[in-house]
Protein backbone atom coordinates (compact mmCIF):
# COMPACT_ATOMS: atom_id res chain seq x y z
CA UNK A 1 0.00 0.00 0.00
CA UNK A 2 1.22 3.56 -0.05
CA UNK A 3 2.71 4.96 2.35
CA UNK A 4 3.53 8.93 3.19
CA UNK A 5 6.36 10.03 5.23
CA UNK A 6 6.30 13.09 6.83
CA UNK A 7 8.64 14.07 9.51
CA UNK A 8 6.65 13.61 12.67
CA UNK A 9 8.80 15.88 14.59
CA UNK A 10 8.17 19.72 15.06
CA UNK A 11 10.45 22.08 12.95
CA UNK A 12 11.57 25.19 14.79
CA UNK A 13 13.09 27.90 13.16
CA UNK A 14 13.86 31.26 13.52
CA UNK A 15 11.95 34.35 11.81
CA UNK A 16 13.35 35.26 8.62
CA UNK A 17 14.75 32.04 7.91
CA UNK A 18 13.64 29.45 5.10
CA UNK A 19 11.72 26.90 6.49
CA UNK A 20 11.43 23.43 4.64
CA UNK A 21 9.47 20.60 4.94
CA UNK A 22 9.94 16.62 3.67
CA UNK A 23 7.85 14.03 2.33
CA UNK A 24 8.31 10.93 1.35
CA UNK A 25 6.51 8.34 -0.75
CA UNK A 26 6.74 4.73 -1.76
CA UNK A 27 5.33 2.48 -4.65
CA UNK A 28 3.13 4.49 -6.70
CA UNK A 29 4.10 7.96 -8.26
CA UNK A 30 1.29 10.06 -7.89
CA UNK A 31 0.03 12.05 -10.44
CA UNK A 32 -0.44 15.24 -8.60
CA UNK A 33 1.22 16.20 -5.05
CA UNK A 34 -1.17 18.45 -3.05
CA UNK A 35 -0.01 20.42 -0.04
CA UNK A 36 -2.20 21.87 2.79
CA UNK A 37 -1.70 24.01 6.12
CA UNK A 38 -3.73 23.38 8.95
CA UNK A 39 -4.37 25.27 12.02
CA UNK A 40 -4.79 23.71 15.71
CA UNK A 41 -9.17 23.12 15.57
CA UNK A 42 -9.30 24.04 11.91
CA UNK A 43 -9.99 21.93 8.59
CA UNK A 44 -6.45 22.00 6.15
CA UNK A 45 -6.66 24.44 3.55
CA UNK A 46 -4.92 23.95 0.13
CA UNK A 47 -1.83 25.94 -0.58
CA UNK A 48 0.31 24.30 -3.97
CA UNK A 49 -0.24 21.66 -6.35
CA UNK A 50 2.56 20.33 -8.64
CA UNK A 51 2.73 17.59 -11.18
CA UNK A 52 4.46 14.61 -12.16
CA UNK A 53 6.12 16.47 -14.67
CA UNK A 54 7.15 19.44 -12.70
CA UNK A 55 10.23 19.98 -11.23
CA UNK A 56 9.36 23.39 -9.39
CA UNK A 57 6.10 25.37 -8.14
CA UNK A 58 6.21 28.75 -6.72
CA UNK A 59 3.82 30.46 -4.94
CA UNK A 60 5.05 34.01 -3.35
CA UNK A 61 7.21 33.24 -0.21
CA UNK A 62 5.89 29.90 -1.00
CA UNK A 63 8.42 26.95 -3.25
CA UNK A 64 6.95 23.02 -3.57
CA UNK A 65 9.78 20.98 -5.70
CA UNK A 66 9.08 17.23 -6.78
CA UNK A 67 11.80 14.20 -7.19
CA UNK A 68 9.85 11.58 -8.78
CA UNK A 69 13.22 9.67 -8.54
CA UNK A 70 13.48 10.18 -5.15
CA UNK A 71 10.14 9.96 -4.72
CA UNK A 72 10.01 12.93 -2.67
CA UNK A 73 8.62 16.36 -2.32
CA UNK A 74 10.19 19.41 -0.36
CA UNK A 75 8.16 22.50 0.68
CA UNK A 76 10.24 25.43 1.03
CA UNK A 77 8.37 28.77 3.00
CA UNK A 78 11.14 31.88 2.71
CA UNK A 79 11.81 34.83 5.00
CA UNK A 80 9.20 32.65 7.48
CA UNK A 81 7.05 34.60 9.95
CA UNK A 82 5.31 33.68 13.20
CA UNK A 83 2.18 33.73 11.70
CA UNK A 84 3.69 30.44 8.99
CA UNK A 85 3.34 28.29 12.15
CA UNK A 86 1.12 25.72 11.41
CA UNK A 87 1.45 21.56 10.61
CA UNK A 88 1.69 21.55 6.98
CA UNK A 89 0.35 17.60 5.27
CA UNK A 90 1.00 16.67 2.08
CA UNK A 91 -1.12 14.48 0.22
CA UNK A 92 -0.76 12.10 -2.94
CA UNK A 93 -2.82 11.79 -5.63
CA UNK A 94 -2.79 8.60 -7.49
CA UNK A 95 -4.51 7.61 -10.82
CA UNK A 96 -6.93 4.96 -9.88
CA UNK A 97 -7.08 5.77 -6.69
CA UNK A 98 -10.67 6.89 -5.42
CA UNK A 99 -9.05 9.25 -2.93
CA UNK A 100 -6.01 11.68 -1.79
CA UNK A 101 -3.55 9.71 0.47
CA UNK A 102 -2.58 12.49 2.94
CA UNK A 103 0.58 11.98 5.07
CA UNK A 104 0.30 12.92 9.51
CA UNK A 105 1.50 16.59 8.82
CA UNK A 106 5.09 18.19 10.61
CA UNK A 107 4.54 20.73 12.30
CA UNK A 108 6.21 23.98 11.91
CA UNK A 109 6.92 26.67 14.96
CA UNK A 110 8.49 30.42 13.95
CA UNK A 111 10.44 31.89 16.27
CA UNK A 112 9.98 35.65 16.45
CA UNK B 1 -18.27 33.65 0.05
CA UNK B 2 -18.07 29.90 -1.25
CA UNK B 3 -17.65 27.14 1.27
CA UNK B 4 -18.05 24.19 3.69
CA UNK B 5 -20.31 24.75 6.95
CA UNK B 6 -19.97 21.57 9.33
CA UNK B 7 -21.59 21.41 12.39
CA UNK B 8 -22.00 21.19 15.23
CA UNK B 9 -18.37 22.28 16.35
CA UNK B 10 -18.52 20.16 19.42
CA UNK B 11 -20.81 16.93 19.96
CA UNK B 12 -20.48 14.12 22.57
CA UNK B 13 -21.93 11.02 22.55
CA UNK B 14 -23.67 8.43 24.75
CA UNK B 15 -23.22 4.77 25.02
CA UNK B 16 -25.21 2.94 22.51
CA UNK B 17 -26.28 6.25 20.76
CA UNK B 18 -26.01 7.41 16.77
CA UNK B 19 -25.01 10.74 16.22
CA UNK B 20 -25.10 12.67 12.81
CA UNK B 21 -22.73 15.42 11.80
CA UNK B 22 -23.68 17.74 9.63
CA UNK B 23 -21.48 19.56 6.11
CA UNK B 24 -23.71 21.30 3.60
CA UNK B 25 -21.31 22.75 1.04
CA UNK B 26 -22.28 25.77 -1.59
CA UNK B 27 -19.39 25.47 -4.01
CA UNK B 28 -21.41 23.57 -6.25
CA UNK B 29 -18.94 20.53 -6.26
CA UNK B 30 -19.95 17.41 -7.56
CA UNK B 31 -17.82 14.84 -4.66
CA UNK B 32 -18.14 15.09 -1.44
CA UNK B 33 -15.97 13.27 1.59
CA UNK B 34 -15.63 12.53 5.02
CA UNK B 35 -12.12 12.26 6.49
CA UNK B 36 -11.06 11.19 10.22
CA UNK B 37 -8.39 12.64 12.00
CA UNK B 38 -6.53 11.51 15.06
CA UNK B 39 -3.66 12.71 16.80
CA UNK B 40 -0.28 12.18 15.15
CA UNK B 41 -1.73 10.33 12.09
CA UNK B 42 -2.96 11.38 8.45
CA UNK B 43 -6.32 11.95 7.35
CA UNK B 44 -8.65 9.08 6.87
CA UNK B 45 -10.97 8.69 4.57
CA UNK B 46 -14.42 7.51 5.90
CA UNK B 47 -16.55 7.43 2.66
CA UNK B 48 -16.92 9.42 -0.26
CA UNK B 49 -19.72 10.53 -2.81
CA UNK B 50 -18.90 11.50 -6.51
CA UNK B 51 -22.89 12.34 -7.51
CA UNK B 52 -26.09 12.64 -5.49
CA UNK B 53 -27.81 9.34 -4.66
CA UNK B 54 -24.59 7.60 -4.70
CA UNK B 55 -21.56 7.30 -1.95
CA UNK B 56 -18.89 4.47 -1.35
CA UNK B 57 -16.83 3.09 1.64
CA UNK B 58 -13.25 4.68 2.14
CA UNK B 59 -10.53 2.95 4.26
CA UNK B 60 -12.33 3.43 7.89
CA UNK B 61 -16.41 3.23 6.83
CA UNK B 62 -16.97 0.52 9.47
CA UNK B 63 -19.60 1.93 12.23
CA UNK B 64 -20.28 4.76 9.89
CA UNK B 65 -23.11 5.89 7.37
CA UNK B 66 -24.03 8.39 4.91
CA UNK B 67 -26.37 9.79 2.81
CA UNK B 68 -26.42 11.72 -0.08
CA UNK B 69 -29.71 13.20 -1.15
CA UNK B 70 -28.78 16.93 -2.29
CA UNK B 71 -25.98 18.07 -3.95
CA UNK B 72 -25.26 20.54 -1.01
CA UNK B 73 -25.06 18.36 1.64
CA UNK B 74 -23.91 15.19 2.99
CA UNK B 75 -24.28 14.21 6.22
CA UNK B 76 -22.08 11.44 8.49
CA UNK B 77 -23.72 9.37 10.90
CA UNK B 78 -21.52 7.38 13.36
CA UNK B 79 -23.56 4.70 14.59
CA UNK B 80 -22.79 2.65 18.57
CA UNK B 81 -21.42 0.15 16.23
CA UNK B 82 -18.22 2.39 16.14
CA UNK B 83 -16.17 1.42 19.11
CA UNK B 84 -13.98 4.22 19.81
CA UNK B 85 -15.57 7.62 17.68
CA UNK B 86 -13.42 10.01 19.88
CA UNK B 87 -11.42 11.79 17.08
CA UNK B 88 -12.12 15.17 14.70
CA UNK B 89 -14.35 14.67 11.62
CA UNK B 90 -13.43 16.67 8.50
CA UNK B 91 -15.92 16.77 5.48
CA UNK B 92 -14.57 17.91 2.05
CA UNK B 93 -15.64 18.94 -1.43
CA UNK B 94 -14.10 19.20 -4.84
CA UNK B 95 -14.81 19.01 -8.32
CA UNK B 96 -15.13 15.80 -9.96
CA UNK B 97 -12.17 16.31 -12.64
CA UNK B 98 -8.56 16.10 -11.22
CA UNK B 99 -6.67 17.61 -9.88
CA UNK B 100 -9.37 16.99 -7.05
CA UNK B 101 -8.35 20.14 -4.92
CA UNK B 102 -10.32 19.73 -1.71
CA UNK B 103 -11.83 22.57 0.37
CA UNK B 104 -12.67 21.15 3.32
CA UNK B 105 -15.08 22.67 6.51
CA UNK B 106 -13.56 23.77 9.93
CA UNK B 107 -14.66 19.79 11.51
CA UNK B 108 -16.60 18.22 14.51
CA UNK B 109 -15.01 16.87 17.32
CA UNK B 110 -17.02 14.09 19.03
CA UNK B 111 -16.35 13.01 22.23
CA UNK B 112 -17.78 9.94 24.92
CA UNK B 113 -19.77 10.90 27.36
Known amino acids: SQKIEQNSEALNIQEGKTATLTCNYTNYSPAYLQWYRQDPGRGPVFLLLIRENEKEKRKERLKVTFDTTLKQSLFHITASQPADSATYLCALDIPGRRALTFGSGTRLQVQP | DGGITQSPKYLFRKEGQNVTLSCEQNLNHDAMYWYRQDPGQGLRLIYYSQIVNDFQKGDIAEGYSVSREKKESFPLTVTSAQKNPTAFYLC????????????FGDGTRLSIL
Open chain 2, 92 to 103: ASSKAQAPRIRH
